[in-house]
């Protein structure tokens, strides 16, 4: 069984995620679901890298992550993602984006991950995709 996440909160400069409990949207269990806000640069990119790491190598295989607060994602947060999801595409798990923020959705069409990175307009969509 996997520990209590609930009170999982990382800060770097003006970046935070932050787990939140999903009362009505019930997940998986080997799962998690952050809420990310601020900017996902070369800098905090890396942040986001370890932790997510650690908590897939304490058991998570399914990620969610709401980037609806996200103001700003260059390629190093790009490359997090794309190296989240292809580790856990290798243990049968999976890494999702939820309702990216404007800017967010126009870097990731730009750069064409659209079609690669499963994108969701709600967690409950996300879920219920599988």
């Known amino acids: ?13 003006d970046f935070k995620m932050e787990v939140l409990q999903q009362r009505f949207v019930p997940l998986p269990e080997t799962a998690v679901y952050f809420e990310l806000s601020g900017e996902i640069n070369l800098y905090n990119s890396q ?21 609806e607060q996200v103001s700003y ?3 190093s947060g790009l490359g997090v993602c794309l190296g989240i999801h ?34 969701f307009p709600t967690l409950e969509q996300a879920v219920k995709s599988d």
């Open 86 to 119: 292809s580790r856990l595409m290798k243990q049968k798990g999976y890494i999702r984006i939820i309702s990216p923020s404007e800017k967010v959705r126009y870097v990731l069409e730009l750069t064409k991950l659209r079609s690669l990175l499963q994108i």
């Open 47 to 67: 942040v986001m890298k370890e932790n997510l790491e650690i908590l897939i190598s304490k058991g998570i295989n399914y990620i969610f992550l709401n980037f």
């Open 1 to 13: 069984m996997i520990e209590n996440w609930s009170d999982y909160t990382v800060e770097s400069g």
């Open 73 to 75: 994602i260059d390629s």
